[in-house]
């Protein structure tokens, strides 16, 4: 999973890449670093 981290925070849902379930992925983050990340199965 590739995250552009100059945006201050995204949510978005993306296909698992070996189930190929939805996960919701949501972080923010500060200076090119993340500061906060979740992943979660999309029901």
């Known amino acids: 999973m590739v995250l552009d ?3 201050k ?4 849902v993306e ?3 070996v189930c190929c379930h939805p996960i919701e ?5 500060e200076d090119d670093a993340v500061c906060e990340f979740e992943a979660r199965a999309v029901e």
């Open 5 to 7: 981290t100059s945006v």
């Open 25 to 29: 992925v949501r972080y923010t983050a």
């Open 15 to 17: 296909d698992c890449e």
């Open 9 to 12: 925070g995204q949510v978005y």
